[in-house]
């Protein structure tokens, strides 16, 4: 059964920056695009950043520029790069492995003012 695992969330002031990881454990998911998607508070769940099996990637208007997603498929690990954080950037972010539809439990980022 493949699981997924965010990490790195955490308080940081406006202008800060951190990573988050996604491991995946009971398979490899070298073969999947894997993307991260935020659930702010009172609002929907919303995309971020994805990247594909070859590497390619693709980002939210509101974080292009901001954010970098990576993976390192030898780790079965995706990061995501958040520098310049905002306060609107608050959310539990989510990790999703799109071939086999798997969500991670979330992490919380918090970006005080």
């Known amino acids: 059964q493949v699981q997924l695992v965010e990490s790195g969330g955490g308080l940081v002031q406006a202008g800060g920056s951190l990573r988050l990881s996604c491991a995946a454990s009971g398979s490899t998911f070298s073969g999947n695009t894997i993307g991260w998607h935020r659930q702010g508070p009172g609002k929907q769940r919303e995309f971020v950043a994805l990247?594909?099996?070859?590497?390619?990637?693709n980002y939210a208007d509101s974080v292009k520029g901001r954010f970098t997603i990576s993976r390192d498929n030898a780790k079965n690990t995706v990061y995501l790069q958040m520098n310049s954080l905002k306060p609107d950037d608050t959310a539990v972010y989510y990790c999703l492995s799109y071939g086999i539809n798997v969500w991670g439990q979330g992490t919380l980022v918090t970006v005080s003012s």
């Open positions: 990247v594909t099996s070859r590497g390619n990637s």
